[in-house]
Each structure stands twice: as C-alpha cells, then as structure tokens.
C-alpha cells in the first residue's frame, strides 16, 4: 500500500498522534504520542533542536518528519 500522508505540511500535534493511535480519542492519542516521544531515546532532543517545545499544539513539516523518521510510518 503506498504512503499517501503529505508531511510537507503543519501538522496539529493531535492529527499526527491519531495515526499511530486511531481508535483512540485526540486527547488520548496525543498523551500517548508525547509518552513516546518521553520515552524514545533522543527524539526529544531532535525535537528540541528543531525548536519544538512539550505542549506545542503545532508541528512543523520537519517536526512531523522527524517523529516519523524515529518511529516509523504510523
């Protein structure tokens, strides 16, 4: 199946979230997506040089590719 998510684009941090938790709620998607991100190894820190901040309601096309990149297509 061929990948058809433009991450080229602002994401809001609750759309990126449901498509790696998509039977959850956006809230809930979007507590376990700042979880991971906690928990894996450095892409806090690979978010932080791209000037993302914990709570950003918004993220950039290289924040959303960033995300993907670390943990894989959702």
């Not at 938790?21 to 700042?34: G, I, N, T, Y």
Request: proline share 7%; net charge positive.
């Amino acid at each position: 199946m061929e990948n058809t998510r433009n991450y080229s684009r602002v994401w809001a941090f609750y759309e990126l979230a449901l498509c790696y938790f998509p039977d959850s709620s956006p809230k809930v998607a979007s507590e376990k997506l700042r979880r991971w991100i906690k928990q894996s190894g450095n892409l806090k820190e690979k978010l932080l040089a791209l000037d993302w901040k914990p709570g950003n309601k918004l993220l950039t096309p290289r924040q959303a590719v960033c995300i993907v990149d670390h943990l894989g297509e959702p």
